[in-house]
């Protein structure tokens, strides 16, 4: 009653209480981890208007920014919106032009797809203050292409249009040319890293 069997001796009491105690600790601290993580996914998406759910955010938003779970209510509904998209331009010292979509230069892993997900919000942020973002992310897109001998790197914002069942049933695709508008959001000088004055719309 006292024993149990472990490979190669006997436990008495004592160390079988040893055992239980450590078992009742590790359920203690998933139970912990689970309750903080449905706490955390139950303040995220509450409105800031409380106070008492505003001391909660502070306390919770390390964890929240961590795990992206930082989403309001409507995360899991469907985005029937106009999306936009983030692509960029070398122009070499040739005058050629070389178009980059970084949301689809993607090799499928687990690694790379956290690693992808996570440009994915910085070339939104980009997109949404290019003015503060834009010429670090280029000075990289420079170092990145040097193979190009890159002159100047436009940024770019591919903008959705109307796009309507019929056209999809033609085999069109909501970014095809004819369904988009394209802002340029910045221009970048990979020489001296300096922003020339903004030119009209770039088309990729």
């Known amino acids: 009653m ?19 105690w450590r078992e009742r600790l590790t359920y203690l601290m998933m139970s912990l981890v689970v309750g903080w993580h449905g706490f955390a996914i139950v303040v995220a998406p509450a409105p800031d208007s409380s106070a008492t759910v505003q001391s909660f955010r502070l306390l919770l938003q390390p964890y929240l920014s961590l795990f992206r ?17 983030f692509r960029y331009v070398i122009e070499d010292t040739a005058g050629k032009e070389h178009t980059f979509v970084p949301s689809q230069e993607l090799n499928w892993s687990i690694p790379r797809y956290v690693w992808w997900r996570e440009f994915k919000y910085l070339y939104d942020g980009i997109m949404e203050a290019p003015e503060i973002r834009g010429d670090a992310i ?8 040097a193979s190009l001998d890159p002159v100047s790197i436009p940024l770019l914002q591919i903008q959705e249009q109307d796009f309507r069942p019929e056209d999809h049933l033609r ?10 508008t394209v802002n340029t959001l ?3 000088n990979c020489r001296d890293g300096s922003a020339p004055p903004h030119r009209s719309p770039h088309s990729p």
């Open 69 to 85: 779970l930082d989403n309001a209510w409507n995360f899991f509904a469907p985005s029937v919106g106009r999306h936009s998209q």
């Open 186 to 188: 910045r221009r970048v």
């Open 171 to 180: 085999g069109k695709h909501p970014l095809d040319p004819e369904f988009v």
């Open 138 to 145: 280029a000075a990289l897109l420079c170092r990145k292409h």
């Open 2 to 20: 006292f024993f149990r069997s472990l490979p190669g001796q006997l436990v008495g009491g004592p160390v079988m209480i040893s055992i239980q």
